[in-house]
């Protein structure tokens, strides 16, 4: 099994910035893409960014200039750098992690959330 957890939510005010991290752990073989969806109340979950095993980046467009996605050396961590935030950035964000487990074939991983609020 491969497990993801995140790190990093809170309470932000506008303007303001945070820093999301998350690991994978577990029988990891190789890691495909890892990266952040986010879900607000009511609302379906959509990706934020995520980032490819050759590096590559994508970002939903109303993040793009405010929100850097990049990995540790070992390319099991990821980091979501948010500045500028807005209240519509208010939800819970998962990690997500996908590859191939070295005893299960393909995995495709997901965190249990964290929160981020932006409010005044």
């Known amino acids: 099994q491969v497990q993801v957890v995140e790190s990093g939510g809170g309470l932000v005010q506008p303007g303001g910035s945070l820093t999301l991290s998350c690991t994978a752990s577990?029988?990891?073989?190789?890691?495909?893409?890892m990266g952040w969806y986010r879900q607000a109340p009511g609302d379906q979950r959509e990706l934020v960014a995520r980032i490819d095993s050759n590096g590559g980046t994508h970002y939903e467009d109303s993040v793009k200039g405010r929100f850097t996605i990049s990995r540790g050396n070992a390319k099991t961590t990821v980091y979501l750098q948010m500045h500028s935030l807005k209240p519509e950035d208010t939800a819970v964000y998962y990690c997500?992690?996908?590859?191939?487990?070295?005893?299960?074939?393909?995995?495709?991983?997901w965190g249990q959330g964290t929160q981020v609020a932006v409010s005044s």
């Open positions: 997500f992690a996908g590859g191939f487990s070295s005893d299960s074939g393909r995995y495709d991983s």
């Open positions: 577990g029988n990891i073989f190789s890691v495909d893409a």
